[in-house]
């Protein structure tokens, strides 16, 4: 029933809605109103929309309930009254999918269809096509190809978007409706234009040649539709984008010529397709953008927005084809939207020199408490760009930040900020004091956990490494004493980093762990007494390991192997060898997530691609007593061109003392079948090759794969680069493309592929050491060597450190591979893990005169990976 609402609740806003408190079993009493007779329009179409209300506002009708009414409902069409009906069509449309038997109203929606009241036919299409399904539609065929060439135009766009539904339950029906469309692709009306071409398309959308074709003869005689412009620009940008077409193509001419268009909504969506093809030069881009920077000026003010904010995209990959609307950017600075402001000062941020800085930065400040959180994140965004492209202002742009955190704002809009200013700390080594500190003085009021945890694990990370470190320990520990677990969990694991690496401070540091001991929470506890435990050993490759750099294993693969070695008891210990690494390295994972391990874990966690790979090994009789797989290579290596009679890829796997070569074959010809393939292949006199497994048959089209396992030297271990030739056996069995029967006879044939290289990174795995000195302390030079080489080829630092990274496939510490500008010295840090589980350390001094010479100084646990990195650098 419908609430009274007296005055009072009126002036307060109460009366905004007078259907929010219906009750759902009161209105359907009400619907055997629809039985009286004479019928009451005015009451009936009351409580059909009370019932339209309560489906939309997702209230559960009952399917029994929901006849009962619909059936009640039907003796409405006894009326003539236009509103009552129109309603009656509504209401049909929506109990369609909740109501029984709702087809019975058939022969009523076919009589209003074809009737010569206007106004009702084309609302009894959209009801009849909504409660007609598969079976029933031919029934209706000939009305509806006559409602789509009809002469008023809402009755033919009521069923040429009902055919556009009906496509999905009966595409070869409506595909016989072509013809029909087809004419009515040719109104005067631009909505029936627009209908009728939308219906054409997704007909024959997956014919390639038929939309090509339809694109050319609508394009060529012009349309009247400026919404089918729109559609055909979206089209014809699609087939570019599938074709990988050419500028040249007639397609993109389509576009550009809907450049000078009369319409402003084709215009638009021109320019538009434009800028988001992929791969479009500044030079292509160019009419795209000038058009863009006349709708700046526009008094509409949809139009200057969806200008600018296409601005903003062009800006990010190409800031110097938009340099030239700079100036109307600016007017744009002052504009009363504030979200065209916004948007026009970061396309500034983005397209501006280092000069405009300062003031762009005033202007910002002026209305940032006027927008939204959405709009304030992209303004960071742009702040992050601008940073890394004019560093020498990492002051300015900083200060700015700090204002923007202590201001109000929501989770999304704060982790902006501080993504920024973690991003401009280590980007600015002069930055870091101030950049630590502000973070400090945030956490100290930080509402978002993910935030504090972060912050911590940074402040643990840089801390000990500054002039200062002892300032920051307040900070850390009123965390301990305010905060709820998860923060504190994360602060002790920051103290604990301060007395690893600073002895002045570990008693302090101590002292403050031992008070953690007794907190309330498991993990708080457990982390301090390990920590605690460590230190108080007071032995610098402890630190390292435990406490500075952490497991380099995959958390799932671990859980797995400990999993597995629970249940198949074992005399020998578990063996962290055994585990797969992290094919992230693990400080390169959201910080938050390595600061707060909490116990809260998903059941499932999905297996990795090398754990997959691990498994399909695992399962070849030939590979058993492989040990544990090492290493996968990230990308297969293509063997054969794309287009040849076979398709062969690589993926080679690396074990302890083999490697196993994965061949992914696709037969591409459909009148043979091959059998018993297999990869037979020569290595130096160092490899030798142990077993072919091969892939027992490949049919037309449907891929397979053959494996080839190979011993690693021996006899000159430190032999591990070599190429390999590559030779494709089977035998081939002629089949009938049609029926698909085979041959019994076959006969041999082989197929020459490219030669495979395998070199150095196949037998290192990455892995990041967040303190590489400590990582390199714990390792200790046993086994550490040094040699000195000339890169002459070479004639940058950046080229050498790109050079080295890529040949030893280990990972850059410490933002090492980062090249300063105008130094003719520096200093690269690589870490990785030899196959058999071995660190390997890497510190690599470069120097330019007129070649680089590079000073190599390599440290690992055994020998073997060291000779390997030196003989595979000499």
């Not at 631009?190 to 219906?199: F, N």
């Not at 610098?540 to 799932?556: D, M, R």
Request: glycine share 4%.
């Amino acid at each position: 029933m419908l609430k009274k609402f007296d005055k009072k609740d009126e002036e307060s806003g109460g009366g905004s809605n007078p259907l929010q408190h219906l009750e759902k079993s009161a209105v359907l009493q009400e619907a055997r109103v629809f039985n009286e007779t004479p019928i009451n329009p005015r009451k009936c179409a009351h409580i059909l929309t009370k019932i339209l209300y309560l489906i939309n506002q997702g209230e559960h009708l009952g399917t029994t309930e929901a006849t009962e009414a619909f059936f009640a409902m039907t003796k409405l069409f006894q009326s003539n009254d236009p509103t009552l009906r129109r309603m009656c069509y509504l209401t049909i449309k929506e109990m369609s999918c909740i109501a029984e038997d709702v087809i019975i109203v058939t022969s009523s929606l076919t009589k209003d269809m074809t009737g010569k009241e206007d106004n009702y036919r084309g609302p009894a299409v959209r009801a009849l096509c909504q409660i007609t399904d598969s079976t029933m539609l031919q029934a209706v065929e000939r009305y509806m190809k006559q409602a789509i060439v009809d002469k008023v135009p809402s009755v033919s766009s009521s069923a040429l978007v009902s055919s556009l539904h009906l496509l999905k339950c009966s595409f070869d029906v409506v595909k016989r409706w072509v013809n029909e469309a087809q004419e009515a692709a040719s109104s005067d009306n631009i909505m029936v234009q627009y209908h009728a071409l939308g219906l054409l398309y997704h007909v024959r959308k997956n014919d390639r040649l038929a939309v090509s074709k339809m694109i050319s003869k609508f394009t060529r005689h012009g349309l009247k539709s400026p919404f089918a412009y729109c559609m055909m620009i979206r089209v014809a940008s699609k087939q570019l984008e599938e074709e990988d077409g050419s500028r040249d193509s007639p397609l993109f001419d389509f576009i550009e010529s809907c450049l000078r268009n009369k319409h402003e909504m084709v215009v638009y969506e021109a320019a538009s397709a434009i800028v988001n093809l992929p791969g479009c030069s500044a030079k292509e881009l160019a009419p795209a953008v000038s058009v863009l920077q006349l709708f700046c000026s526009s008094p509409k003010a949809a139009l200057r927005y969806a200008a600018v904010r296409t601005l903003n995209k062009v800006a990010m990959k190409h800031p110097s084809a938009v340099t030239a609307c700079n100036l109307d950017l600016e007017n744009l600075v002052t504009d009363s939207n504030r979200s065209i402001a916004t948007l026009a000062i970061t396309t500034l941020l983005k397209t501006g020199s280092e000069s405009s800085i300062d003031r762009l930065m005033k202007q910002i400040s002026s209305f940032m408490s006027e927008i939204s959180d959405e709009f304030k994140v992209v303004v960071v965004q742009a702040i992050s760009a601008l940073c890394q492209k004019y560093p020498r202002k990492h002051a300015v742009l900083m200060s700015f930040l700090f204002t923007m955190l202590r201001e109000e704002g929501g989770f999304e809009y704060k982790r902006a900020i501080v993504d920024c200013i973690i991003s401009i700390i280590e980007e600015n080594a002069e930055s870091k004091e101030t950049g630590l500190s502000h973070l400090c003085e945030f956490i100290e009021d930080c509402e978002f956990t993910v935030l504090a945890t972060r912050i911590l694990h940074l402040l643990g990370q840089e801390g000990p490494k500054t002039n200062n470190p002892s300032k920051y320990i307040r900070f850390i520990y009123n965390r301990v004493v305010l905060e709820h677990e998860e923060v504190r969990a994360g602060a002790v694991s920051a103290l604990a980093k301060f007395g690893a690496q600073n002895e002045e401070m570990l008693p302090s540091i101590l002292v403050l762990l031992k008070r953690c001991v007794m907190d309330d929470d498991n993990e708080v506890r457990d982390r301090a007494t390990f920590y605690l435990n460590v230190l108080e050993q007071k032995q610098k490759a402890l630190n390292a390991g435990y406490i500075l750099n952490g497991l380099t294993v995959s958390i799932p693969g671990l859980e797995r192997a400990l999993q597995q070695y629970t249940l198949e008891p074992s005399e020998k210990p578990f063996d962290l060898k055994s585990v797969p690494l992290a094919t992230t390295p693990m400080a390169e994972q959201r910080p938050e997530s390595t600061a707060t391990a909490t116990v809260k874990q998903p059941e499932k966690v999905a297996a990795t691609r090398q754990e997959i790979f691990q498994e399909q090994l695992a399962a070849v009789p030939e590979f058993q007593g492989l040990g544990p797989l090492f290493k996968s290579s990230p990308e297969p290596v293509a063997l054969t061109e794309s287009e040849t009679e076979y398709v062969v890829r690589c993926t080679k796997h690396t074990f302890s003392d083999h490697l196993v070569f994965q061949f992914d074959c696709t037969n591409t010809l459909n009148d043979q079948t091959l059998e018993n393939v297999t990869v037979q292949m020569e290595p130096t006199e160092a490899y030798e090759v142990l077993a072919y497994v091969p892939a027992r048959s490949l049919p037309y089209n449907q891929p397979g794969t053959c494996y080839t396992l190979v011993a690693l030297p021996k006899e000159d271990p430190t032999a591990v680069a070599c190429t390999l030739s590559c030779v494709m056996k089977f035998t081939v069995k002629d089949c009938d493309p049609n029926t698909g029967e085979i041959d019994e006879e076959g006969y041999e044939d082989e197929y020459v592929l490219e030669d495979l290289e395998v070199t150095v990174s196949d037998h290192i795995q990455k892995v990041m050491k967040v303190n590489f000195e400590a990582a390199w302390d714990e390792v200790g030079d046993e086994f550490e060597k040094e040699e000195t080489f000339t890169l002459s080829t070479i004639k940058t630092l950046e080229e050498a450190v790109g050079n080295i990274v890529k040949f030893l496939g280990m990972h850059p510490c410490e933002r090492s591979d980062k090249v300063p500008e105008n130094k003719n010295t520096h200093t690269l840090l690589l870490a990785g893990v030899f196959r058999g589980g071995h660190d390997i350390l890497v510190r690599s001094r470069l120097l330019l005169l007129d070649t680089v010479t590079m000073q190599v100084t390599a440290r690992s646990s055994e020998e073997l990976p060291v000779d390997i990195i030196l003989a595979s650098v000499g």
